[in-house]
């Protein structure tokens, strides 16, 4: 490193700037000082001197008055003679300008006495060759005698010249020792900056989080600074600790079923495979696929949960339907352990929730209640009102939870390790609850006795109306009422366009389709478009892109854009609206939520099929055939949730009495149980045999 390279990185430094500035301000202040005791010192000297004139000027004029020239002459002589410190200039002149009287010491110098002529006061005459001055003072006397009374200013100046060069000397004494007590001070100050510094490198070349800061006794703000740093420190360990738990167990969670996915695939696409095991695998493979889309979406919940950004839709719940919901949902699975499920909500109980919310979170309670409850044993859902708020509990007579595990249940990705129970699961479920029912104004709890049972508790607010919502009617929309309106469908996947697609064109929606959003742009302006469905993740030009784009057209300015995404956060939606968006829907979307807005933004009038309200869960009376029930069940084997649906849609509509069955199997497909779907249509031709033998 060359030396000029040095002095720059070195002047460069904090500690060397430090120390200068310190040096800087302490030198200023030693100057300051020092310059304001030097002029103190120098009018104590002026002071001094001329009081001593005055008091010469004084005794002169008296002597000069009370024995005239000839004892003021003796007195000047007689104190010129003796030499002493005290000495001055002497002069007496008279009316005419003469001089009657002189006397000055010669070692004081010559100087140009010819400036004293006229007037009464002070005077300073320069001296000759010297840096000097004669201070004067003039008193008119009478008989119009002038007399003259100086000192010389050469003993003060010598005075001032030594203080001066002692004071040189002390400031560079002052300078070295700045410089050295600055280095000093700025060395002890940087000390636990440099350990703060070096310890934040280790942790970034070795990655390892257990360095900390040394932190001496001492209560200052360094000292605090290393104390906060040091429990930042044992924070982020903590936090990385746990995030390196939580990706074992997402990876092994992860990695489960898509090892399942492989397995069946491969087992599909194996020569010797027959129809029925393939259809089997392939059905496995779906299955899978939306166990590891359900861990997803459970973990997005989580996420906006934590974030905050969570949207809730907080009405006036029946809680008593919500229940009964739920357990229609796993009395199948409970039966088959052998686990008694049932509900004891009494009718009219309402609750300011989420509706969907509020079942998920009762779903997976219910779930895990059910998973570790043995058979013989029971599981209830309970509710009552308690003053302002209304109570949910589910309780069950399960293996229990140990006292030690109780505060860690609602952890991320926790499940009960059991020698004798193992289950499947997540460890997601009762963490997403515990944040939904928090997100709803209330806290979920839990009390558990090992080998006795558990129970899980909630209280929510009362609604401030009490009045039950409506029955939603299932309606099947067959047409639009209004003119032919032009859609331009976007999306970057085949199947999304042709799932649009079949939805519109039959209720007689002119549909265009384009596959990213340049071409969405221009088939916007070449089709001019009564509404747009656009998707949002495209490739070369995004869906807030094209609709930036499209809303600077002036000709499409009135066209509706209703934006459709998988991203579920408000900071998406919002840049959707910013966009140009008109409406937001987030996937996945029920198709009549779609229609509902389509239609409002193009002021149309859905037309339905006649028919009645029917209870969600209401037990079905009429059952497909045999043959209709195997074409449902290898739909629900292959997983093609599509056909299914349609399927039953074309039953409902050919035989109203098939309405209680559809409204069941859609509950299930809604849920994507597709083992428990299939279970659910065996169990009818179980039935059905289980008829004929009797």
């Not at 008296?62 to 200039?89: K, N, P």
């Not at 360990?237 to 995030?243: A, D, N, Q, S």
């Not at 028919?611 to 497909?624: K, R, S, Y």
Request: with cysteine; glycine share 8%; proline share 4%.
């Amino acid at each position: 490193m060359s030396p000029d390279s040095l002095r720059q990185r070195i002047a460069q430094t904090l500690g060397f700037r430090l120390a200068v500035y310190y040096a800087l301000i302490f030198v200023a202040s030693v100057l300051t000082i020092s310059t304001f005791a030097y002029l103190l010192l120098e009018r104590s000297l002026v002071a001094r001197d001329h009081e001593l004139i005055q008091v010469k000027l004084a005794d002169y004029t008296t002597r000069y008055i009370t024995t005239g020239l000839g004892g003021l002459t003796d007195a000047v002589g007689a104190e010129q003679a003796s030499g002493g410190d005290d000495r001055v200039f002497v002069r007496l002149v008279g009316p005419n300008a003469d001089v009657l009287l002189a006397s000055m010491p010669p070692s004081w110098g010559a100087y140009d006495l010819g400036d004293l002529d006229g007037g009464e006061g002070w005077r300073s005459v320069p001296a000759h060759n010297q840096p000097v001055a004669l201070e004067v003072v003039t008193r008119r006397l009478p008989g119009g005698v002038f007399l003259e009374v100086g000192r010389t200013t050469l003993e003060r100046e010598r005075l001032l010249r030594e203080v001066r060069g002692l004071l040189g000397w002390l400031l560079g004494l002052v300078v070295v020792l700045g410089l050295v007590g600055g280095f000093a001070l700025t060395w002890s100050t940087l000390t636990p900056l440099r350990q703060l510094a070096d310890t934040l490198g280790h942790i970034t070349r070795t990655g390892q989080f257990d360095a900390r800061v040394p932190v001496g006794p001492g209560r200052d703000v360094i000292g605090a600074l290393g104390r906060t740093s040091n429990d930042l420190l044992e924070r982020i360990e903590l936090l990385i600790r746990g995030m390196r738990d939580a990706l074992d167990t997402v990876a092994h969670d992860l990695r489960t079923p898509v090892a399942r996915l492989r397995s069946r695939a491969e087992t599909a696409l194996a020569g010797n495979a027959d129809g029925d095991g393939s259809r089997e695998a392939l059905a496995d493979v779906v299955e899978e696929a939306d166990r590891v889309s359900s861990l997803l979406t459970t973990l997005m919940d989580i996420s906006e949960a934590e974030t905050g950004v969570m949207r809730l839709d907080r009405t006036a719940v029946d809680v008593a339907a919500v229940a009964a919901e739920t357990v229609e949902l796993y009395e199948d699975v409970a039966e088959q352990k052998g686990v008694t499920l049932s509900h004891e909500v009494p009718d009219g109980l309402l609750a300011s929730a989420d509706r969907p919310r509020l079942r998920q979170v009762l779903a997976n309670i219910v779930d895990n209640a059910v998973k570790y409850t043995p058979s013989g044993g029971r599981v209830s859902i309970a509710g009552r009102s308690a003053g302002d708020d209304v109570v949910i509990e589910v309780a069950d007579t399960g293996i229990g939870i140990a006292p030690e595990h109780l505060s860690e249940i609602f952890n991320l990705f926790h499940q009960v390790r059991d020698p004798v129970v193992v289950v499947d699961g997540t460890g997601l479920g009762l963490a997403i609850s515990r944040r939904l029912t928090r997100l709803m104004g209330g806290e979920l709890e839990v009390s558990s006795t090992p080998g006795v049972g558990s129970r899980f508790w909630f209280d929510l607010e009362l609604p401030p109306v009490m009045t039950p919502m409506p029955t939603i009617e299932s309606r099947t929309p067959v047409s639009v009422q209004g003119d032919q309106r032009r859609v331009l469908v976007v999306d970057d996947e085949e199947d999304g366009r042709s799932l649009l697609r079949e939805l519109l064109a039959p209720l007689g929606f002119e549909v265009h389709e384009a596959a990213d959003g340049e071409a969405a742009v221009r088939d916007a302006i070449r089709l001019q478009p009564d509404a747009i469905l656009m998707d949002i993740r495209m490739p070369r030009l995004n869906g807030v892109d094209a609709m930036r784009e499209i809303r600077g057209v002036p000709a499409l300015q009135g066209v509706s854009i209703i934006a459709i995404s998988a991203g579920a956060f408000e900071q998406d939606r919002q840049r959707c609206f910013e966009a140009g968006a008109d409406e937001f829907l987030s996937k996945p979307f029920r198709q009549e939520r779609l229609l509902e807005l389509l239609c409002e933004r193009l002021r149309l009038k859905l037309v339905y099929a006649a028919d009645e309200a029917q209870p969600a869960c209401a037990a079905p009376a009429v059952v497909p055939d045999a043959e209709q029930l195997q074409q449902l069940l290898d739909l629900a084997s292959r997983g093609d949730i599509k056909s299914l649906l349609r399927q039953v849609s074309d039953l409902e509509s050919l035989d109203r009495a098939y309405s209680p069955f559809v409204e069941q199997l859609r509950l299930r497909a809604d849920a994507y149980q597709m083992k428990e779907l299939r279970r659910w249509l065996k169990s009818f031709e179980a039935m059905r045999h289980e008829c004929l033998a009797r």
